[in-house]
């Protein structure tokens, strides 16, 4: 299986900072990698897709870049509604796998 | 607007069978583009896999799970399903149903979800 992991765990950062939250694969899975945001008590929504293609709907503030194994999520000017966790997802191979999550903290 | 929504009863005694249902709406669970999944998550943890279905009734399976996992679909509801027998508290989580487009993006990624249910294993 493929192991997906994800840095920081958990972060803090003011509005208007740049974030970076960074997914690395166990092996490489070329840009079979998604991104999602959950914010409380909601259910996942998704943002990124092929590692980097914009979901409709999704600010231009955020990006997604990298292939292989190494991949990052960025928050170009942080916002108040941009509270929540994010998670990475590889659908290179089954099982289909999640990082653990990293918590944004305003 | 495609809405899934999941229903199955919260609170399920260990070494039973819990069983959720997730209805389709606003769109047809016979769509060829999709696959169709089940995903849950327990409290303050990461997201997991557990299964997917297509409407044609091919199926697939977390492979740690596969032993104890069933997931059915009935197109004349517009509904799929998720058996988990011999349940224990470590199934206890939030469980989602979600849409997984499998056409046109290779990344494949879930795009729709319902909102969740808790399933709490106790006695």
């Known amino acids: 299986d493929i192991q997906m992991t994800q840095s920081p765990s958990s972060l803090s950062a003011s509005v208007g900072d740049r974030v970076t939250i960074t997914c690395r694969a166990s092996?490489?899975?070329?840009?079979?990698l998604n991104w999602y945001q959950q914010k409380s008590g909601k259910a996942p929504e998704l943002l990124i897709f092929?590692?980097?293609t914009l979901q409709s709907g999704v600010p231009s503030r955020f990006s997604g870049s990298g292939s292989g194994t190494d991949f990052t999520l960025t928050i170009s000017s942080l916002q108040p509604e941009d509270l929540a966790d994010y998670h990475c997802?590889?659908?290179?191979?089954?099982?289909?796998?999640f990082g653990g999550g990293t918590k944004v903290e305003i | 607007q495609l809405q899934l929504q999941e229903s199955g009863p919260g609170l399920v005694k260990p070494s039973e069978t819990l069983s959720l249902t997730c209805t389709v709406s606003?769109?047809?669970?016979?769509?060829?583009?999709?696959?169709w999944g089940w995903i849950r998550q327990p409290p303050g943890k990461g997201l997991e896999w557990i299964a997917n279905?297509?409407?044609?009734?091919?199926?697939y399976y977390r492979p740690s799970l596969k032993s104890r996992v069933t997931i059915s679909i009935d197109t004349s509801k517009n509904q799929f399903s998720l058996n988990v027998n011999s349940v224990t508290a470590a199934d206890t989580a939030v469980y989602y149903c979600?849409?997984?487009?499998?056409?046109?993006?290779?990344?494949?990624?879930?795009?729709?979800w319902g909102q969740g249910t808790l399933v709490t294993v106790s006695s």
């Open positions: 979600a849409r997984r487009t499998m056409t046109a993006v290779a990344s494949r990624p879930y795009d729709y």
């Open positions: 606003g769109g047809s669970i016979r769509d060829s583009d999709y696959y």
């Open positions: 279905i297509y409407y044609s009734g091919s199926t």
């Open positions: 092996q490489p899975i070329s840009s079979h």
């Open positions: 092929d590692a980097s």
């Open positions: 997802q590889q659908s290179f191979s089954t099982p289909v796998s």
